[in-house]
């Protein structure tokens, strides 16, 4: 089936303004994780869920980030009063379980997000 | 904040030559991957090692783990337009509840000229 999807692939936000990227995960996948990256530089982790449960949100950078996964599935990264810093491609992966060390991460291809 | 270094950083070079790029942690991880990232795109992954001192290739990729599972390698032989592109590596570590998480490096710049 298809791939992860991203939505919307541009955002452009004044700051102060709140934003809300959607991440569509492949169908079936129990793992789901959040990425921030900067550019030119490696992807840096924010979140991670597994199925509805976030069980890791270490990479949050402050509490204006919220992620949710409420079925399990579709999962929005809210971001409130954006910053100029908050700048960035975000970035969502999926996988199967999530169990094994050595799974692979299917990428989708990010929300590109410039804060004005 | 970054655990894994990669150099170069920027890499330019004409199509024939061969390289090697380098990713170096002060942690230990289960296994790395290495990821190629085109513009606009998310990365795609090219290998996962997993044992210290394992070497695995792939048509003219070769990847190497460290014995001791910090650092990794990857040589391209005869490099080609299309290698072009962002390389990344990146150390897997489990997640209390389940799952691994991946810890990126810096990131190499490729860029193959004819």
Redesign the interface.
Known sequence: GAGVSQSPRYKVAKRGQDVALRCDPISGHVSLFWYQQALGQGPEFLTYFQNEAQLDKSGLPSDRFFAERPEGSVSTLKIQRTQQEDSAVYLCASSLTGGLRQETQYFGPGTRLLVL | T?L?E?SPQFLSIQEGENLTVYCNSSSVF??LQWYRQEP??????LV?V?TGGEVKKLKRLTFQFGDARKDSSLHITAAQPGDTG?Y?C?G?R??????????????T?LKVEL
């Open positions: 970054q894994l990669q289960s296994s606009g795109e998310g990365p795609v992954l996962t997993v962002l990344l990146a897997s489990h997640i209390t509840g389940g799952g691994n998480k991946l810890t990126f490096g810096t990131g710049q």
